[in-house]
């Protein structure tokens, strides 16, 4: 199954502890079918001192979120919208919209 969501998207989560809150897609995992958002389902982290870190400590780190869960924002209204991939004329793939078929 092709993931509709992609690294830079900008997307708001559907359900979990930040329903409705919005980011950017920072990584896309798609052999699991998550996505890491920026600013979104926090979990802490245990980090053990390192020469980069010497201090370590329990850091905050964005945990993945399952794509089903999060939905592309429209760029022109600032809406959820579906995904579609269809061909244009020159036969290139492209992701649109599925209500008004804009390209994302």
Not at 20 to 37: N, T, W, Y
Not at 38 to 56: C, L, Q, Y
């Amino acid at each position: 199954m092709a993931m509709k969501v992609k690294k830079g998207d900008r997307v708001r989560l559907l359900a979990g502890k930040d329903k409705g809150s919005e980011g950017v897609v920072l990584r896309a995992i798609p052999s699991a079918l998550k996505v890491i958002v920026e600013g979104i389902n926090f979990a802490k982290k245990h980090v053990r001192p390192s020469m980069n870190d010497p201090k370590g400590g329990v850091k905050q780190i964005e945990a993945p979120v399952h794509v089903s869960n999060v939905m592309v924002v429209s760029a022109k209204d600032g809406r959820p919208v579906r995904v579609a991939r269809r061909a244009n004329t020159e036969g290139v793939r492209q992701r649109v919209s599925k209500k008004s078929g804009q390209v994302i």
